[in-house]
Nanobody, 115 residues
């Protein structure tokens, strides 16, 4: 059974940093694209960053230059380092894994940026 579990969210002051982790289990995800999405209250879920199986990355304009996505295939884990966080980054952050005709989502981790 596939499980996708995010961690690393929390409350952070404006200008601070967080590192989100997403650990997947149940099969190998080395050939999957991995990504992070977020959903703020009253808004649609939006892409934050993705990383292909070959390590190619893509970022939303809103986080480009202050975020970094990476993956560790040996650990079936994808990370999102976010710096210079602002209140508008407040959202539930979701991990997404896509490959082999399947699409998996985690339950999300809350990130709140507030003083």
């Amino acid at each position: 059974q596939v499980q996708v579990v995010e961690s690393g969210g929390g409350l952070v002051q404006p200008g601070g940093s967080l590192r989100l982790s997403c650990a997947a289990s149940g099969r190998s995800f080395s050939r999957y694209a991995m990504g992070w999405y977020r959903q703020a209250p009253g808004k649609q879920r939006e892409l934050v960053a993705t990383i292909s199986s070959l390590g190619r990355t893509n970022y939303a304009d809103s986080v480009k230059g202050r975020s970094s996505i990476s993956r560790d295939n040996a650990k079936n884990t994808v990370y999102l380092q976010m710096n210079s966080l602002q209140p508008e980054d407040t959202a539930v952050y979701y991990c997404n894994l896509v490959g082999d005709g399947t699409n998996y989502w985690g339950q999300g981790t809350q990130v709140t940026v507030s003083s």
